[in-house]
T-cell receptor, first 115, second 115 residues
Framework: AQSVAQPEDQVNVAEGNPLTVKCTYSVSGNPYLFWYVQYPNRGLQFLLKYITGDNLVKGSYGFEAEFNKSQTSFHLKKPSALVSDSALYFCAVRVPLTGANNLFFGTGTRLTVIP | DGGITQSPKYLFRKEGQNVTLSCEQNLNHDAMYWYRQDPGQGLRLIYYSQIVNDFQKGDIAEGYSVSREKKESFPLTVTSAQKNPTAFYLC??????????????FGPGTRLTVL
């Protein structure tokens, strides 16, 4: 079975410090991995995705994520956090060629950037 | 949130009533999806449609119904058979690419509350 784990419900970081939001996955094939961000009472906004190639993926708003196959992880990172980065972050995984209903979401991590 | 609109933003329903949530997209996407979001949980797929006049059940379809008569529209009806309908409902769309490379883009959501 496919699954995604976001081990931290809450991450706090001081403004200007680097941030990491963790994601690990369990799939039976080669995964496609996604990060989305959700602001209060809003829909999800796409940040970035990993399909193949370079393990370091760069996305919107200065975010990047590193795919690590041996550790089955896809952690989201940013070198310098902004207060405006405070939001709910979701990791999602898809296993290719297994149908349209195969985007599995983690439970989300709430990031709070402290001024 | 791009070219996906959902209405209404807030919806209140009495027990025993059916309600319909609207989702419209102008992105020329073929595929559309409905997800349900509950606090502390990831998104769960209700229904999806890859083409007009066709749709498939997701993981939690019981108590819901959909139609896809137009490419731009994918309304969701929450029926009285849904035992716990209070949730945040998100619509998404994507332009399917070979091998599952497409990205889903989300609308702003509808918050349904049962009184």
């Amino acid at each position: 079975a496919q699954s995604v784990a976001q081990p931290e419900d809450q991450v706090n970081v001081a403004e200007g410090n680097p941030l990491t939001v963790k994601c690990t996955y369990s799939v039976s094939g080669n995964p496609y991995l996604f990060w989305y961000v959700q602001y209060p009472n809003r829909g999800l906004q796409f940040l970035l995705k990993y399909i193949t190639g370079d393990n370091l993926v760069k996305g919107s708003y200065g975010f990047e994520a590193e795919f690590n196959k041996s550790q089955t992880s896809f952690h989201l990172k940013k070198p310098s956090a902004l207060v405006s980065d405070s939001a709910l972050y979701f990791c999602a995984v898809r296993v290719p060629l297994t149908g349209a209903n195969n985007l599995f979401f983690g439970t989300g991590t709430r990031l709070t950037v402290i001024p | 949130d791009g070219g996906i609109t959902q209405s209404p933003k807030y919806l209140f329903r009495k027990e025993g009533q059916n309600v319909t949530l609207s989702c419209e997209q102008n992105l020329n996407h073929d595929a559309m999806y409905w997800y349900r979001q509950d606090p502390g949980q990831g998104l769960r797929l209700i229904y999806y449609s890859q083409i007009v006049n066709d749709f498939q059940k997701g993981d939690i379809a019981e108590g819901y119904s959909v139609s896809r008569e137009k490419k731009e529209s994918f309304p969701l009806t929450v029926t009285s058979a849904q035992k716990n309908p209070t949730a945040f409902y998100l619509c998404a769309s994507s332009k399917p690419l070979a091998g599952g490379l497409d990205t889903q883009y989300f609308g702003p959501g509808t918050r349904l509350t049962v009184l």
